[in-house]
């Protein structure tokens, strides 16, 4: 019997789940935004996508993502550190309309096969017209 060639969950992303938990695959949600296809409408659209970002491993998208004013120079990720899901708990502001937004998570991960969560309000802010994450209260 021949042996069945699987595709591991990263590779090119087709039809996997996006990370954020938003429901579309992730070439259609995070994924686009993550190749430049789209940009974040709203603070919360940002929030998920930087989170998929760390997910994913995309470091480049957090630090084009990042304000100018509280960017690090560089970002180095921990591979042990694997985010598994993100619940949304509030929002204040960061709509279409809106200059700032504050978005309220519980980001889920496993770290050395431990589960664990980091809980966080983070503030964003608009830099030339597009949400960038400023910090996190």
Known sequence: MAKRKTR?????????????????AYEEC????????????????LMRSRF???AVGDTGYLLR????????????????HRWTRLDILDTDRGGLFDTTGTV????????SGHPGELHERSRFG????????????
Do not use: I, K, M, N
């Open 30 to 45: 995070c994924g686009a935004l993550h190749q430049g296809r789209t940009v974040a409408a709203t603070a919360e659209a």
């Open 65 to 80: 993502t990042w304000h100018s004013r509280t960017r690090p120079a560089r970002l180095a990720l921990d591979p042990a």
């Open 126 to 137: 608009r830099e030339d017209g597009q949400w960038r994450y400023l910090d996190a209260e």
């Open 104 to 111: 309220e998570f519980r980001a889920h991960y496993r770290q």
């Open 52 to 54: 998929s970002a760390y």
């Open 8 to 24: 591991r969950a990263g590779g090119d992303g087709t039809g996997r789940p996006c990370p954020c938990g938003s429901g579309p």
